[in-house]
């Protein structure tokens, strides 16, 4: 019997900035595809086409445990991969205390900022909605996912699932 790897504890930086005892907790992107189902003559059913990357595109929401300047000096940023956000997390396997090592690296810029409630002798935290143009996965220092939105990028396992595209449209 194997157990599986449970995330064991976290860190988060914003463009080197170390948030470690700051992020409270952080929502990775999800990754999601838009199908749609086509079905032609001599097929006995539908089958879903894949149009690329879903409509809802790459999101990072992270939440901090108070107030911090360097994320407020950050909105409004124009470039839309303006800021570099970086996720760490630490999965163990109980049965066996294997350590995975987890790495999230995104750049977007933030939608944005939620200050949350202010009350003298109460928790404070921020909550920061970021769309991300970048995204790669990396475990145990293996890439496993990388995509670029603005450069055409889509490489899932070591290969690149766009190049044929790419070579197609003359790029």
């Not at 080197?16 to 929502?27: F, H, P, R």
């Not at 059913?45 to 809802?56: Q, Y």
């Not at 790669?136 to 190049?163: A, C, Q």
Request: aromatic content about 8%; some cysteine; glycine content about 12%.
């Amino acid at each position: 019997m194997a157990l599986p790897h449970k995330l064991k504890n976290v860190n988060f930086f914003n463009e080197g900035y170390n948030y470690l005892g700051q992020a409270k907790s952080v929502t990775l992107p999800s990754l999601g595809r838009k199908m749609e189902s086509y079905r032609g003559g001599g097929m006995n059913g539908p089958v879903k086409i894949d149009f690329g990357m879903s409509d809802d595109g790459l999101q990072l929401e992270w939440t901090l445990g108070g107030l911090d300047v360097t994320v407020l000096k950050q909105f409004g940023i124009t470039n839309a991969s303006g800021v570099m956000l970086r996720f760490a997390g630490s999965f163990q396997q109980d049965d066996t205390a294997t350590d995975t090592s987890v790495e999230i690296v995104v750049r977007g810029r933030h939608e944005t900022i939620e200050m949350g409630d202010a009350a003298p002798g109460e928790d404070t935290e921020h909550k920061i909605t970021t769309p991300c143009t970048y995204y790669k996965l990396t475990v145990d220092g293996e890439v496993v996912i990388e995509i670029d939105l603005l450069n055409f990028i889509e490489k899932v396992g070591g290969v690149d699932r766009l190049e044929g595209q790419r070579k197609a449209l003359g790029m």
